[in-house]
């Protein structure tokens, strides 16, 4: 059990991550022309607007579920919205924010494109700290709007008038997965512009540039879209129910900054929190980078119910870096 534990320790996560990334995206982007299903609720964006798609989103079953009257919502349909509500909660709790880190399509692209940034040689931006934490409501914003517009659109609240069906569905309209991931099946029929009426023109018109900032920000900023993304923030409104977690002995940590500086996404907290366990935080994709990256034995630690799967150790970084400060610990 010893050597097992070892050469997992020892192993390279990343290379690892790879393979099943690009496994998920064959399977989530083409597993339908081979009748595969995974799911009607899935905690990523398997977009059911690519005809090929092995699952959909649980952001658009939420959708079409709320934009329901309050009467149908406290009956028939209220049970079909816990029912997907649980449904999702049953895939999340098993790799808890990993669904971005190694499932997520959207993620996949952002991360080759972050590849094909390094081959040209082009420089990723840094946000300021204030900055950065300004950039990460824009997520908890836009959940909640996709939640709250099909109530309205459905319902009268106290008195107002409706909101317009046109904005209906609020977020799939403007979501970047609903052109981008059907193009990997030859599909560009989602490059349009709506020009029915003012709202649908606008939304439409929205969501193209919206794919434009998907691309470009993922060409020169790691995980441009996730600072953004409803999904992780819903993520990590239920992230503490998750059986894998990823947790800190604070005692044990130097400071030394490697697991920052390797992060995608620039979590500080990361590094600087030395007192909580759960470092887990919004923006927190579980590629476990961090712990590849971290020289100090059981300081980071990724675990399943309590056991651990994959520790920090002194032994590990060394195997993967090199005795030497390795290039890609300053510029992951």
């Known amino acids: 059990m010893k050597k097992l534990s070892t050469f997992v320790n020892n192993a390279n ?13 064959i399977v989530l982007i083409y597993g339908g022309y081979a009748y595969i299903s995974i799911g009607q609720n899935l905690p990523t964006f398997a977009c059911p607007y690519n005809h090929a798609t092995a699952g959909n989103c649980f952001l658009i079953s939420l959708q079409h579920q709320l934009h329901n009257s309050w009467q ?3 009956g028939f349909r209220g049970i079909a919205l816990l029912s997907a509500i649980i449904s999702f909660l049953l895939f999340f709790i098993l790799l808890n924010k990993a669904w971005c880190g190694y499932i997520c399509p959207l993620g996949t692209i952002q991360d080759w494109l972050t590849s094909l940034r390094k081959r040209l040689g082009i420089r990723f931006a840094r946000y300021e700290e204030s900055t950065f ?11 909640v709007w996709l939640i709250v517009a099909p109530l309205f659109i459905a319902n009268s609240v106290f008195g107002l008038p409706r909101l317009s069906h046109d904005f209906f569905p609020p977020f799939c309209t403007i979501c970047p997965a609903r052109p981008v991931l059907p193009l990997f099946t030859g599909d560009t029929s989602q490059y349009f512009i709506d020009f029915s009426s003012p709202i649908t023109l606008t939304m439409t018109a929205l969501g193209l540039v919206i794919v434009a900032l998907f ?28 059986i894998l977690r990823l947790t800190k002995e604070g005692e044990k940590c130097t400071k030394c900054g490697n697991c920052f500086r390797v992060c995608d ?6 590094a600087d929190d030395v007192t909580h366990r759960n470092i887990v935080q919004d923006d927190c994709m579980m590629c476990f980078k961090c712990v590849e990256a ?8 990724v675990s399943v119910l309590g056991l651990p799967i994959f520790v920090s150790s002194e032994e590990g970084f060394f195997h993967r870096y090199g ?3 390795n290039k890609e610990i300053k510029d992951a």
């Open 13 to 25: 996560i990343s290379r690892f991550r790879f393979y099943i990334q690009l496994l998920s995206f």
């Open 72 to 74: 149908n919502l406290l």
């Open 133 to 143: 934490r300004k950039l990460k409501k824009v997520k908890y914003v836009v959940l």
């Open 215 to 242: 691309l470009v920000g993922s060409f020169v900023k790691k995980r441009f879209f996730c600072l953004f993304c409803p999904m992780s923030a819903l993520h990590y409104l239920f992230s503490r129910l998750a």
């Open 265 to 270: 996404v620039n979590i500080v907290e990361i």
């Open 294 to 301: 971290c020289p100090e034995d059981g300081c980071l630690k």
């Open 323 to 325: 005795p030497l400060e």
